[in-house]
């Protein structure tokens, strides 16, 4: 897993962590009981006909298989819809809101900072520059330690806004349909990879963007460098 940028992206760590471990702790027991009767249930060569104890209709052990499962799923249940819940929370005191616009085949961004807006579009890259170093298509800078509220829309079809290191990504729908999601910025600047996420048509590949996260007075530099890009 990338090493995640945002306070909402160490809330999807941990859940994904625990999810793990109790899907490894079940398996431990499922792969124990199936050993177990391999070992111990073998055809015996002095006795082949005899067959094991027959639990079939034995009202605690139904009860058992009935009662454990349920109480499990209950318990990714609470873990997931709480964690989803603080992860999908939307706030109206994000100082800095984007508008997402995805399309065929790349990607606008709008930020809107303390009554400045600044735009920033990208045509489709060129794919054989693809490298891990250089970024390529449209760069969203925001800044460390803040709240960012995300609004997403398509000009065309189903895209989907999906920025790794932020281990979240969100569908992003034509029509009237916006999805929102809010990050806190971590203390933590650098370059961050992004791509659409969800298959667009030919050159859904080409949809590259990146984001920067940059200190807080580089960040009201650029804004202010970039005043007036709306229009
Ligand atoms: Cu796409």
């Known amino acids: 897993m990338p090493e995640g940028v945002t306070k909402q992206a160490g809330i999807v760590q941990t859940l994904w962590n625990g999810s793990w471990i109790a899907a490894l702790a079940t398996g431990v027991v499922v792969w124990g009981l199936i050993l177990w009767a391999c070992i111990f249930h073998r055809k015996k060569k002095n006795a082949p006909d005899q067959l094991p104890p027959q639990v079939r209709y034995n009202l605690p052990i139904e009860i058992l298989y009935t009662v454990i499962p349920v109480i499990m799923v209950a318990v990714f249940f609470y873990f997931t819809a709480r964690d989803e819940t603080e992860i999908t929370r939307i706030t109206q005191s994000a100082p800095i809101k984007v508008a997402v616009e995805g399309y065929q085949w790349s990607w606008r961004f709008s930020t809107e900072y303390q ?22 298509g449209p760069q969203l800078v925001l800044p460390v330690n803040t709240q960012v509220q995300f609004e997403l829309h398509s000009d065309d079809v189903i895209h989907s806004f999906w920025v790794p290191a932020f281990l979240f990504k969100q569908d992003v729908f034509p029509g009237n349909v916006r999805n929102h999601f809010q990050i806190t910025t971590l203390d933590r600047t650098g370059v961050f990879f992004g791509r659409c996420a969800e298959l667009c048509g030919t050159d859904h590949s080409k949809m590259l963007f990146s984001v920067k996260l940059v200190p807080q007075a580089e960040f009201d530099q650029y804004i202010k460098s970039q005043a007036g890009s709306a229009q």
């Open 115 to 136: 009554g400045e807006k600044v735009v920033t579009a990208g045509v489709p890259v060129d794919l054989s520059k693809q490298s891990l170093q250089t970024p390529q």
